[in-house]
């Protein structure tokens, strides 16, 4: 995939700190560099190779010339970066492929040239020490581009080779593209610089590592008229062909063939690197025992749901209408596209509780995020019941939901962890005094409730009697619950969703609110007319997009909540909410855990820029929970025997 990088940059017109000159460059070099490095700036400076369509379409037809494979390949490209190997093969006509990889810039920038092109492949984000598809599943596994041996230890290199070995099929093909080890460790260019347009260049330099193991190297990148904007240290495993003959013979690889080396071409004729001369090298994977052919047993999900028989607060009217059954029906319409599952539904309350004790379900979806008898505050109870009666099931554990639910929580707690946040103040009713700030406009919320409960219109106050007027409000409205009073952000909102669980979190396309088509006089506020009344220009005038947004802004935002994900313990899905300030910072609002399940929700418009329909979002959510209690997800791929 690469042989440079850039690790933590700026958006390309801010500098950013340089050390200066460095004596040892191995010193410097970060243990996971490699974790965010793969972004724009690694597209400029190495755009010249792996932007090159004529070094891809020659790498693809030494592919074609070293392993067996036809359209009809199951194939993976494992750390596929911006998928141009893939892609090609889908432009000849190959038509089961999937790409795989750690970075989410690159994934997203291949998703949207495949849907751009229209053509069919799916991607993943992920590590490849642990490849999430379904064992036995791929025919042949490719590894190109010298994407192999960017780990510290040695050790895993071979995980990402066992993992490989998994998911092959039996006698499956495997395709490793890597540097030559002898040539480079004896032609390697010390130091050398170029142009990479009008307006950057970039410096490297490049060592051997103090074991001689490792090509290490640092990168420069500067914008002529503002300066260094990337400063960055990474490193490459070197292997020769005996020792990458013998580490697979090992592992019990056969008819293991170096097809003679790569060069690769430069549009600019420049440096290049870790890619000069490469090593292609094909093997057999090993033989395994084929599967007995046994009939397919779908797997057994309830669906624990709201009870549309109880008054509903939230909603309209205090009741379920005709907009929520017709959620329920395009949701069960989508779920009944899942053949590997048979469904079933719990939504009357007034039992729920006895046939939950008289027959436990072996696994629940839960949707239920409405709460116990339809009451919000009682949502984390469901998951308790669960949990009680050891039943796995979707989405957030009681403790989660019930943090996740006071928005004073959560900010302390980002706070605490140096991540952005509104200003604000927390006020409790049983107060008898409080200190109100003195920056408006401000913001009124209650500190705890969902679906945009106690945010009007009239939320956004902008002197102190309209504020003291909107807390008479909410403490009529809500009694008792805490008030949150936050500056009023007037910057982009956004949206971001992650489905998985740590170590295999994907990011979806990150979703932006449109205001554009509010009247003037309407603060630009999701208010509670925004969700729930039809008639209102917040229901009728506010959009969604996929966001459009700087790459710096967007993994500010993606870092946080994979940060979060893991601290507030979210698990298999979960939403988070930002909006910028004037300065176009982004704050986060708030986590929701169980985010809204709906076929038109955030959470779903998210998954359809990904070019995903709504049954695949579900399958999704569904298999990252079956994973997380252990539970194998059923796939077609699982139910294919072993080739011979």
């Not at 460059?25 to 490095?37: A, G, I, N, Q, Y």
């Not at 700030?437 to 679906?451: E, M, N, R």
């Amino acid at each position: 995939m690469t042989r440079r990088s850039t690790k933590a940059v700026s958006d390309g017109t801010r500098p950013i700190r340089t050390l200066g000159p460095v004596s040892d460059l191995e010193r410097h070099l970060p243990s996971d560099w490699w974790k965010t490095l793969f972004n724009s700036v690694y597209l400029k400076t190495d755009g010249d190779v792996v932007e090159n369509s004529e070094n891809t379409r020659a790498e693809i037809d030494m592919l074609i010339r070293a392993v067996e494979i036809n359209e009809d390949s199951d194939l993976l490209d494992l750390c596929c970066g911006q998928g141009r190997h893939v892609l090609e093969l889908a432009r000849r006509g190959f038509k089961h492929l999937h790409g795989f990889d750690r970075s989410q810039y690159l994934v997203r920038l291949a998703r949207k040239r495949a849907r751009n092109e229209g053509l069919r492949v799916k991607f993943s984000e992920g590590d490849a020490r642990r490849i999430h598809l379904p064992e036995n599943s791929k025919d042949c596994v490719i590894v190109m581009g010298n994407s192999f041996g960017y780990f510290e230890r040695e050790e895993d290199d071979l995980e990402v080779l066992h993992s490989i070995m998994r998911v092959l099929r039996s006698q499956g093909k495997l395709v490793l593209d890597v540097v030559d080890a002898h040539w480079m460790a004896q032609n390697f260019e010390p130091r050398t610089w170029e142009w990479i347009d009008q307006e950057h260049f970039v410096n490297r330099e490049r060592t051997l590592s103090a074991n001689g193991k490792r090509i290490v190297s640092r990168e420069v990148v500067t914008q002529a008229n503002v300066g260094v904007i990337a400063d960055q240290f990474y490193a490459e495993r070197l292997y020769s062909e005996d020792e990458l003959r013998t580490i697979l013979d090992n592992l019990g690889f056969t008819d293991i063939v170096c097809h003679g080396s790569l060069q690769a071409d430069s549009t600019r004729g420049h440096d290049l690197g870790m890619m000069a001369n490469r090593l292609f090298i094909s093997a057999t994977g090993p033989q395994k025992k084929a599967r007995k052919v046994v009939p397919v047993q779908k797997r057994k999900v309830t669906v624990v749901m709201g009870d549309p028989r109880l008054p509903d607060t939230v909603k309209l009217n205090g009741k379920f209408n005709e907009e929520d059954f017709h959620t329920i029906r395009v949701l069960k319409d989508a779920l009944a596209k899942l053949d590997d599952f048979e469904f079933s539904y719990m939504d009357n309350h007034s039992n729920l509780i006895q046939k939950l004790l008289d027959s436990p379900p072996g696994f629940v979806l839960n949707l239920c995020d409405e709460g116990y008898n339809n009451d919000a505050n009682l949502e984390l109870h469901v998951p308790a019941l669960l949990e009680m009666l050891g039943v796995p099931y979707t989405g957030g554990a009681p403790g989660s939901l019930a943090l996740c639910y006071d928005k004073a929580k959560v900010r302390a707690i980002c706070a605490a962890m140096d991540l952005p946040v509104p200003l604000e103040t927390y006020y409790n009713p049983s107060d008898q005094a409080a200190t109100l700030p003195s920056i408006f406009p401000a913001l009124l919320k209650p500190a705890c409730g969902d679906s945009s409960i106690g945010i009007t219109k009239d939320a956004v106050v902008h002197d102190a009697a309209k504020l003291l007027d909107y807390m008479g409000y909410l403490r009529e409205t809500l009694p008792g619950v805490p008030i949150l009073i936050q500056e009023y952000l007037t910057g982009a909102e956004y949206s971001v969703g992650l489905v998985g669980n740590p170590g295999n979190l994907e990011a979806l396309p990150l979703l932006e609110v449109d205001y554009s088509g509010l009247p003037e006089d309407l603060p630009k506020i999701l208010s509670y007319e925004s969700k729930w009344m039809p008639e209102s220009p917040y229901w009728t005038q506010i959009r969604y997009r996929e966001a459009q947004v700087d790459e710096e802004t967007r993994n500010v935002m993606v870092s946080a909540s994979r940060q979060l994900f893991e601290r507030l313990e979210c698990r298999d899905y979960a939403r988070f909410d930002f909006r910028c300030d004037a300065e176009g910072h982004p704050k986060l609002l708030e986590v929701n855990p169980n985010p809204g399940w709906c076929w038109d929700g955030k959470f779903n418009l998210m998954a359809e820029y990904a070019n995903m329909e709504y049954s695949q979002l579900m399958r999704m959510i569904l298999n990252a929970a079956l994973e997380r209690t252990g539970l194998q997800a059923v796939a077609h791929e699982t139910l294919i025997p072993a080739r011979h």
